[in-house]
């Protein structure tokens, strides 16, 4: 099974900005980037296919952009503009068999890294 490490969490200052990184130890069609805040169900943030297409959120359109190195299996998320609502443990994950923003179609798991942002 593929094992993901996510790393580039840090406390930021609303308006900053923040690249988080996600290891994968093997290729997949997809990897996406999830985060869960206190007190709240896990969401969606962006999510990238192997073919570098992409999709996005409504709530990070934007300000956020997710990307892939595939030499080096890796998946990027770059975060522009944060706000005190991006506050949350973001997650990188690898889907069942197809990409998409919900949660429920992925079944590999990162440890996941905390973003704090303040206002």
């Known amino acids: 099974q593929v094992k993901l490490v996510e790393s580039g969490g840090a406390s930021v200052e609303a308006g900053g900005s923040l690249r988080l990184s996600c290891v994968a130890s093997?290729?997949?069609?997809?990897l996406g980037w999830f985060r869960q805040a206190p007190g709240k169900e896990r969401e969606g943030v962006a999510a990238a296919y192997s073919d570098d297409n992409t999709l996005y959120k409504d709530y990070v359109k934007g300000r956020f952009t997710v990307s892939r190195d595939k030499a080096k299996n890796t998946l990027y998320l770059y975060m522009n503009n944060l706000k005190a609502e991006d506050t949350a443990v973001y997650y990188c994950?690898?889907?069942?068999?197809?990409?998409?923003?919900?949660?429920?179609?992925?079944?590999?798991w990162g440890q996941g890294t905390q973003v704090t942002v303040s206002s």
């Open positions: 994950a690898a889907p069942i068999s197809y990409c998409s923003l919900e949660s429920e179609h992925y079944n590999r």
């Open positions: 093997e290729r997949t069609l997809c």
